[in-house]
């Protein structure tokens, strides 16, 4: 007969049954999600982040064979950008230029519509069918895409490598929202408008209020003289689910009197896992991501249409660095305008819409080259915000893969050369300070190397190039 120790006849010893022998298994099990992430936590790493950036439209063309060479010039590790880029050199040593790209994109409707569907999926862009039918360009007609966004791919995902260890569906998150995606005048939902997809057709929407988007993500919080103070609701919370673990832990010395001295580990174990969320629920509504969480200053409606676009995306940017530091998500997205933008970049000196000077039979290159430089700006706004966040032994910027991208390599409706930029993850592997050559390589591996940044095990993105594989030499 098998021989059993008091441990394994009455508590097994998994988290489950502890609480359970304790007779807390009911009160307790909000709780388990977090005790069973803790092991992650005690280990001091800060999370892992994704963040999507888009801007419309590609690189300069004059026509179909002309279009503005942006390659940085040098080597791969001493090099410089080119004018489009220029403002990133400030921080070109946490940026990454995968050089050469050609868009994984395919499907109904012109290239803006299939370029901006397979941007993040590398998945076909379908036809029309039922309440789907949008005018993908010049009347040519288009549903929703056909895969999910890579961001939405990691998001679904689980596991300890990953970005969050508990399941989609836990009883308790790891954070407030699973992903957050946000927009700065994004456009009405077509498919030229759209670039985020948790599955087939089904596109996820961004909130394009920025007071809104504001008032959602730090609901926990209000500032109040510069403190930051939880709210009433969360508070309570807090003490409820402080007093579970305050009786949890004056239970586990008497827990000890019953199991045989090889178990006693298991008990440190769980101690440290209830002081882990002890110290979760401590920091809970005032941010436990990074040690530089903080609310930022309400935004102020900006309004709506070309003067106010600058001072949205600006809010929208802060909104972004403050929730990526504050763990509010670890998924994110911002899309910047849509495909067929209209902006009118007027504080520029500019009198004609973006998407309009690429079209009207006139050599625009200089033009939309200022515009190409002013979109670098912005994303150097956001990169030095999240670089300026201390966080573990480095930044948040170095805990969060940033990738920026458009919907079309050239304004020409060419897909090759798309000018991506990669920035961050350091400490998620990925290379830093180079210029990369994949002249002729489908932009599907980048969304590989992304999921594999992130901790997923594929090898594949999307339907048009399926098991293409990671990028060689974008990830150590």
Not at 28 to 47: I, K, R, T, V, W
Not at 126 to 135: K, L, Q, R, V, W
């Amino acid at each position: 007969m098998i021989q059993m120790t008091p441990s394994s006849r009455r508590f097994g010893l998994s988290r489950r049954n502890l609480l359970r022998g304790l007779g807390l298994g009911a009160a307790a099990a909000p709780l388990l999600p977090l005790f069973n992430a803790s092991g992650q936590d005690l280990e001091g790493a800060p999370p892992k982040r994704l963040l999507l950036l888009y801007s419309p439209d590609g690189i300069a063309a004059l026509n179909w064979n002309t279009a503005v060479d942006w390659r940085p010039t040098g080597t791969d590790t001493d090099f410089q950008f080119h004018f489009v880029h220029e403002p990133l050199t400030p921080i070109k040593h946490k940026v990454t230029v995968p050089w050469g790209l050609t868009l994984t994109a395919a499907g109904a409707g012109e290239a803006h519509a299939h370029g901006m569907a397979g941007l993040w999926t590398g998945a076909t862009l379908n036809g029309p069918s039922g309440n789907a039918t949008f005018d993908g360009g010049n009347g040519h007609l288009t549903g929703w895409g056909s895969g999910p966004s890579v961001d939405q791919i990691i998001a679904q995902a689980s596991g300890p490598a990953l970005p969050y260890a508990q399941a989609k569906d836990a009883a308790m998150q790891e954070t407030a929202y699973r992903t957050v995606e946000l927009g700065a005048q994004p456009g009405n939902p077509t498919s030229l408008n759209r670039m985020i997809y948790s599955g087939p057709n089904s596109p996820v929407h961004p909130e394009s209020s920025a007071v809104a988007a504001f008032n959602r993500l730090f609901a926990g919080v209000v500032t109040s003289g510069g403190a930051v103070t939880p709210d009433a609701d969360l508070e309570r919370r807090k003490l409820e689910q402080g007093a579970i673990v305050d009786l949890l832990k004056n239970d586990l010395s008497r827990i000890r009197n019953k199991v045989g001295s090889e178990d006693y580990y298991k008990l440190d174990a769980h101690l440290e896992g209830l002081l882990a969320i002890e110290q979760r629920l401590a920091n809970q509504g005032t941010g436990v991501g990074s040690a530089s969480c903080s609310v930022p200053a309400g935004p102020v409606d900006a309004g709506f249409g070309d003067q106010a676009y600058p001072a949205d995306i600006h809010n929208m940017m802060d909104i972004t660095a403050h929730m990526l530091a504050c763990d509010v998500t670890r998924i994110a997205s911002l899309q910047m305008s849509y495909g067929f933008s209209y902006v009118r970049h007027s504080w520029l000196g500019h009198t004609s819409q973006h998407h309009t000077m690429s079209h009207d039979n006139t050599d625009r290159r200089q033009e939309l080259q200022e515009i190409d430089n002013w979109y670098s700006q912005q994303v150097l706004y956001l990169l030095q915000k999240l670089d300026s966040f201390p966080e573990g032994n480095g930044t948040v910027l170095d805990n969060t893969l940033v990738v920026w991208g458009r919907e079309l390599g050239t304004t020409a409706h060419r897909f090759e050369r798309s000018p991506l930029i990669v920035a961050g993850g350091a400490n998620l592997g990925v290379v830093q300070g180079r210029n990369l050559n994949y002249d002729g390589q489908q932009h599907a591996k980048l969304l590989v190397s992304i999921g594999q940044a992130l901790g997923l095990e594929t090898e594949s993105v999307g339907d048009i190039a399926p098991n293409s594989g990671a990028l060689s030499g974008l990830l150590t």
